[in-house]
């Protein structure tokens, strides 16, 4: 596995295999220490499914909920300050200088995505790692999981490694696809 991704590729894409997510929280903890974040908001979530029976057997699955760093993002429209953004690779993001912590895009993600930092009074989402992404490294959600879960990068590379995989994936796109098609 590698961390290091082509800065020249504009099109990455997060993927969530949640059929090898074992609930162990550690992309949640990466992101929270990543960005310094204290107890309360949660950019990076992991639920828990279940239990629930599956063949005469108890089962529980799990299930990655961070921003979908959406095509047409809801979030920053509904900004009055600008501070909720979307880069030209598709990450959309929360300038900590711009934002008054009122939530509006908040309200605005139709997922409930932003959440509002008591302990600073800005918003706190996924900016997908831009700064990592930026180094050419992956996100720390990806590279902190240890069952492999979370792959970043091209879709090319990922779908790749998916078609080796027999398990139901989830596929979140930091930007369309090529061909204009989402993930």
Known sequence: MTQ??????KKNILLVDESR?????GCAVA?????????????????????FEKEGDLSM???AVACFHCDRPSCVPACPTGAMQKREDGIVFSDFELCIGCQTCAAACPFGVPELNPATGKIAKCDGCRDRVDEGLWPACALKCPTGALRFGSPREVVRE?????AVTVARCFTDVEGGESC
């Open 21 to 25: 997510c074992i609930g162990c929280y």
């Open 31 to 51: 992101c929270k220490m990543e960005h310094d974040l204290p107890a309360g908001p949660r950019p990076y979530k992991v639920l828990r499914l279940g239990p």
């Open 162 to 166: 998916v078609r080796t995989r027999t």
């Open 4 to 9: 290091h991704i082509d800065r020249k590729l």
């Open 61 to 63: 699955r799990f299930a």
